[in-house]
């Protein structure tokens, strides 16, 4: 993990098309805080339920990117059209990479060294989104997102959306974060 300071800083966009959100910008205040220094990857997480014996709500509910290498192709090509839908051909894989990239396949976003901080994988976060049922902010955008929002969202920094707790995806990950003092529970 990477420790980041305590600091001031503007959150948010001045974008006429802010949304979820986004605008306005304002200032926040962030206490001190460790970070990972890439998302969890679905081997990672695969590792760490195996060696704890964790269950997942997506076990609960039937389905796991996670798990995806113990489930038929007409299985997985059934239930991925329920949960995700027709998504837009806006994939060109001009970057090399079809879908989602490995977490190191580009350099650091910022000068603490962190990995995929947009654009690959919406992150979720622990701050509820303003929903009728219980929703989490998401956060960066990912690899089905563009700049001009004409795919699905823009991606830039500042996009947010919400989104229920027992979604799953390709694009969906997050990434483990704790307050300086708290002690880390499990390594991924």
């Not at 014996?53 to 489930?71: I, M, N, R």
């Not at 650091?108 to 995929?116: A, F, H, K, R």
């Not at 996009?159 to 880390?184: H, I, V, W, Y």
Request: with cysteine.
């Amino acid at each position: 993990m990477v420790n980041i300071p305590a600091g001031r800083l503007e959150m948010g966009t001045r974008a006429a098309d802010s949304r979820d959100g986004e605008s306005p910008v304002r200032a926040v205040e962030v206490l001190p805080f460790r970070i990972d220094k890439y998302p969890v990857t679905n081997s990672m997480f695969r590792d760490f339920v195996r060696t704890e014996k964790y269950k997942t709500e997506a076990e609960t509910f039937g389905w796991s990117f996670v798990f995806q290498d113990f489930v038929s192709e007409e299985l997985k090509s059934k239930v991925t059209q329920r949960i995700e839908g027709q998504f837009p051909d806006g994939d060109t894989a001009e970057d090399g990479y079809h879908g989602i990239s490995s977490v190191t396949a580009f350099p650091p976003q910022n000068s603490y060294g962190l990995y995929d901080m947009m654009g690959n994988t919406w992150e979720w976060t622990s701050t509820r989104f303003p929903a009728a049922q219980p929703t989490y902010v998401l956060r960066g955008a990912s690899w089905i997102d563009t700049a001009d929002g004409s795919a699905n969202h823009k991606a830039r920094i500042t996009t947010r959306m919400g989104n229920t707790p027992d979604s799953a995806s390709d694009n969906l990950s997050f990434r483990c974060a704790a307050s300086l003092g708290q002690k880390e529970k499990a390594e991924l």
